[in-house]
């Protein structure tokens, strides 16, 4: 904190600077807490004398726990959530996400409680599919296709199968261990991958590989390469018997450049099938095709697309795209 303590009558006081570092707000804003009554210095003057208020200690820190923010905002619950902050809006005006509206460092927002959060991941049909994440093992951190190794032989090994809590690691001499038992095997993550920030960007880029014949396929590292840029919450893997589909958020990743991972990139661009894959000169940019498309409608018939929307649990947005998709494949 800026300064010295300013003592009075054998008492610690805080300037106005110091009162704005710890409360976390400018000094204008200060100013306003002063003329309405929130803040009260203990000479309403003493800025003419001494070119600042003086405040009392305890009265800070009374302020300083009615400033506390009381929930999280919407923003933060987007995040959580992995939708858009509107998205968090419209189910808080349907009931479906409780919270409560407070004046909080001078705006009313809408502040929900962690627990509801949880609760609402929990419940909503939405967010349980989005949950559900095959490719990902949440208990242990593990992935599909990741590399493990033996820490008495070190021999190699990679999560061929992943799905709720069971699968297979496959060995490089072949053989094939239960997923619950590879650590009574020896056998442990070669690399723990850290949890990223959610991206809010709309839509996914596809690229969809053909199922490797060897556990040492550089397809393998390639996946890896984006658990460790994104993590699980902004990328989808999905293994089918002719191919592997791997769906990333738009993103820039500093990791993919001509130089450190030519091939890689190569990969990438011949196995394309939604979006687009940019080589920039310190990364590689992936972009997906979601274009806006802007509508305007009567009442009565958005109201009934809504309706219809969640009969079948999709946004409205999710549900006209579906429509407008089934309407174009007619015409092909």
Known sequence: MSGEFIVVNDEQLLTTKQVAEILNLSIPTIYKYI???RLHPIYEDSWQIDETHLFK?????????KLKKPGLTTGEVAKQLQVHP???????????????????????????????????????????KRRKKDFYHKATGLYLFQT?????????????KLSNGSGEVWTESGEIIVFDQMQQHNFFAVENFLEKSYITKRGYVIFRFPIPKHIASPIFP???????????????????????????????????NEDSHP??????????????????????????????????????????????AKHQDLTMEEYVRKLIQMKASEHQ
């Open 35 to 37: 003329k309405e009554k």
């Open 57 to 65: 200690k305890e009265d800070v820190e009374e302020l300083k726990g």
């Open 86 to 128: 509107t998205t968090v809006a419209t189910y808080i005006k349907k009931g479906e996400l409780k919270a409560t509206k407070q004046l909080y460092k001078g705006r009313n927002l809408y502040f929900i409680k962690e627990e509801e959060v949880v609760n609402f991941k929990r419940s909503h049909p939405k967010q349980q």
């Open 148 to 160: 493990v190794k033996n820490k008495q032989t070190f021999e190699l090994g990679r999560i061929m």
């Open 222 to 256: 390639l996946i890896e390469l984006f658990y460790r840029a994104l993590s699980y919450r902004n990328i989808r893997v999905t293994k089918r018997e002719q191919h592997i589909q791997l769906e990333v958020k738009p993103c820039f990743i500093k990791e993919l």
């Open 263 to 308: 091939y890689e990139i190569n990969l990438l661009q011949k196995h394309i099938i939604k979006g687009s894959v940019i080589k920039r000169h310190n990364g590689l940019l992936l972009e997906s095709d979601m274009e806006v498309l802007t509508i305007n409608l009567s009442s009565s018939l958005k109201n009934r697309l809504k309706e219809l």
